[in-house]
């Protein structure tokens, strides 16, 4: 077995091992059509083919049953109704490749057996593998082994593909979900940076406006005090006022008895003297109130009497 051989049995075992319930899901809801493959008795040679013009897919394997000699395999021939006839055959028989159930029934109805019942064609046993159809007429030899290896390979190949370019349009549908929400977040981060600002500079105001409530009220405290002050100064001012006058007024008190004594004594003798001399009558002078006489006197006027205080 030479090392190409070797490469495709390898990257065909790797491919067997990827093949999961997962890929089987997928086909189905791409429209593949998926048969169960059937566990081939010993000496049976199996292989997978995908049909010309059509997308690949994992078909019912064909049996090539060995003759009890050993000497030639037969391949059973289905026909399938309007669908280009496409199987492993031998090459004697490649001619009938591509026909279509109706020519295969118009060359029964000429003297040929029907398809059904036509006998297995059959391949010398010691042939080189399996021939399987390709594009524009060739064919290809699948050998067991390797070669069949190959075959899956190729069959699972579109299929791995398909799921690989899934995988990254999600992940380049997730890439462009993750850059959306990168930019949410760069916006939102950017208005709360502006927000942070905000609240920032209100801060400050703040900051100062106490300040200036606190100037202001040391300002007010102040000016209350001043203002107590001031009252106090007044009402000393009025009180001491009030002391002086009243203290005034009770000093000049004896004076003004003295004098009013002397007013007296000077209004007795001189009305005793009117009365000795005959000039005035006693009774009209017990009459006469020497106060109002004696006010416009100038002299009382000088020394500065009140003879109207109701205190004198």
Not at 140 to 152: L, Q, S, T, Y
Not at 211 to 225: G, P
Request: glycine share 10%; charged share 30%.
């Amino acid at each position: 077995m030479g090392g190409r051989e070797i490469e495709w049995a390898g990257l065909a075992e790797r491919f067997q091992k990827d093949a999961s319930y997962q890929e089987s899901l997928m086909m189905e809801h791409e429209g593949y059509t998926i048969f169960k493959e059937i566990v081939p008795p010993p000496g049976t040679v199996l292989m997978k083919r995908a049909r010309r013009g059509q997308p690949p897919a994992t078909q019912l394997s064909k049996q090539v049953v060995e003759e009890a000699k050993g000497e030639e395999v037969e391949v059973p021939e289905p026909v399938c109704g309007g669908i280009p006839i496409d199987m492993v055959s031998s090459p004697d028989d490649s001619g009938d490749d591509g026909k279509t159930l109706a020519e295969v029934m118009e060359e029964a109805g000429k003297g040929k057996e029907p398809a059904s019942l036509a006998r297995p064609k059959v391949i010398p046993k010691g042939a080189a593998g399996i021939t399987i159809g390709g594009k524009g007429g060739k064919e290809e030899v699948a050998e067991g082994g390797p070669g069949r290896e190959m075959v899956e390979v190729l069959a699972r190949l579109p299929l791995i593909l398909n799921r690989a370019l899934r995988v990254e349009e999600q992940m380049i549908d997730k890439t462009g979900q993750l850059h959306h929400k990168d930019a949410e977040i760069e916006a939102l981060r950017l208005q709360l940076a502006a927000e942070s600002s905000k609240h920032a500079a209100l801060q400050e105001e703040f900051v100062v406006y106490k300040s200036a409530m606190s100037a202001l009220k040391a300002d007010n405290k102040a000016l209350r005090e001043k203002l107590s002050k001031a009252d106090g100064d007044k009402e000393a001012a009025v009180a001491s006022s009030s002391v002086a006058a009243v203290q005034a007024y009770k000093t000049s008190l004896p004076y003004r008895k003295e004098m009013l004594d002397g007013i007296r004594r000077a209004w007795e003798g001189l009305a005793s003297s009117l009365i000795q001399e005959g000039e005035v009558k006693a009774a009209i002078l017990g009459e006469l109130d020497p106060f109002p006489c004696m006010a416009v006197d100038p002299i009382y006027k000088e020394e500065g009497f009140d003879l109207t205080d109701d205190t004198i």
